[in-house]
C-alpha cells in the first residue's frame, strides 16, 4: 500500500488547510486510514483516523477545530483544519492499516505510512 498527501503549507493563525491522503495497491488491506503529526523535538502523535464504518479518534488538541472524513472511494482520506494556531505547525503523515475491530475507535498507528506534508502556521 501506498499513500500519497497533499495540502500542506503555510497559512496564518486562524486560517483553514484541507489535507489529502489516496491510497493506492492492495487498498482491500486497509480499513483505517489517519493523520499523525511530528514537530521538531517533539514524538509523532495522533491527530486524527477514520475507520471504513466511521468510527473515529481524535487529538484533544484537535476536537472541534478538526475533522476527518472519507472519499467516495474507499481508498481517500481528508483533514479539514480549522481555525489553526502555530502550535499546529509540524509535518503531518498519513498512516493506514487494518483494524480487526473497524467500529472501535482507531488510536493507536497502523503498518502504512505516506510521505510527510508540512503545514506551517504563522504570520
Known amino acids: 500500500v501506498q499513500l500519497q498527501a497533499s495540502g500542506g503549507g503555510l497559512v496564518q493563525p486562524g486560517g483553514s488547510l484541507r489535507l489529502s491522503c489516496a491510497a493506492s495497491?492492495?487498498?482491500?488491506?486497509?480499513?483505517?486510514m489517519g493523520w499523525y503529526r511530528q514537530a521538531p523535538g517533539k514524538q509523532r502523535e495522533l491527530v486524527a483516523a477514520?475507520?471504513?464504518?466511521?468510527?473515529?479518534a481524535y487529538a484533544d488538541s484537535v476536537k472541534g477545530r478538526f475533522t476527518i472524513s472519507g472519499g467516495n472511494a474507499k481508498n481517500l482520506v481528508y483533514l479539514q483544519m480549522n481555525r489553526l494556531k502555530p502550535e499546529d505547525s509540524a509535518v503531518y503523515y498519513c498512516?493506514?492499516?487494518?483494524?480487526?475491530?473497524?467500529?472501535?475507535?482507531?488510536?493507536?498507528?497502523?503498518?502504512?505510512w505516506g510521505r510527510g506534508t508540512q503545514v506551517t502556521v504563522s504570520s
Open positions: 498512516n493506514a492499516g487494518w483494524s480487526t475491530y473497524p467500529d472501535e475507535s482507531p488510536a493507536r498507528a497502523y503498518k502504512y
Open positions: 495497491g492492495d487498498i482491500s488491506s486497509i480499513n483505517v
Open positions: 477514520r475507520t471504513s464504518v466511521g468510527a473515529t
